[in-house]
């Protein structure tokens, strides 16, 4: 009865072991806002735009437990949900799939249709055309887009890679000038790592267009 016991117990903490290394070695992703933002020269030189973007982390293991390795956070795809501030209400109805700045830029070219009207398509197949994959090491960040405004503009706009087809400007992407709330929901390794951050369009200085992390209540109001 001893040995049986003892075996059933010397089991039972192997497997225990087993699973408690597992979880420990489970990516830990943890989203930031990217500060200061980018700020470059908008495309043809005239004036500046703005770039709001994230940091997606993945934390290294504690100190006492570095003797293994954190997995990496394999094929992080994502999502960015625009909703109003006073309520919540998503705003487009849908999600926008997210760009990670690292990846490959999709390369467009110009054709013009039988009524002359000039139609944008993707050139090189090779590369993602909406859906951006990225991974996430351990100890390491990667960036991803959430929105772009332009000097001397009053709308912002989401950001990813339909942006390169539409002159920046993505129509079925435009907030007007306002305070909303961008819901972020990053996927990986049958993991999310989800967060809401407020985005500050109702400014005139293209200084104070910004991502504040969202409060408690802000982020009681999406469903």
Not at 147 to 159: L, N, P, S, T, V
Request: proline share 6%.
């Amino acid at each position: 009865m001893e040995v049986a016991l003892s075996i059933f117990l010397g089991g039972l903490i192997t497997v225990l072991t087993a699973m408690g290394v597992e979880y420990l070695r489970r990516p830990r992703l943890a989203l930031s806002i990217e500060e200061p933002p980018l700020d470059l020269p908008a495309p043809g030189g005239k004036g500046t735009r703005r770039n709001l973007r994230l940091k997606l982390g993945n934390a290294p293991l504690p100190s006492v437990a570095r003797w293994m390795q954190r997995a990496a956070a394999n094929q992080c795809r994502g999502e960015i949900s625009f909703h109003y501030l006073n309520d919540g209400q998503d705003i487009f109805g849908k999600s926008m799939a997210v760009r990670w700045v690292n990846s490959p830029e999709p390369v467009a070219s110009r054709i013009v249709d039988a009524n002359n009207k000039i139609q944008y398509f993707i050139q090189d197949f090779s590369r993602p055309y909406v859906d951006s994959r990225i991974d996430v090491y351990p100890g390491e960040e990667e960036l991803l887009d959430v929105a772009i405004r332009f000097d001397g503009e009053e709308d912002c706009y989401g950001w990813n890679n339909e942006s390169y087809l539409y002159n920046w400007r993505t129509p079925h992407w435009k907030l007007p000038r306002g305070r909303y709330l961008a819901k972020v929901v990053i996927t990986s390794s049958g993991q999310k790592c989800l967060d809401v951050f407020r985005l500050a369009s109702d400014v005139d200085n293209l200084a104070a267009f910004r991502l504040i992390a969202a409060s408690v209540e802000d982020k009681a109001k999406i469903r």
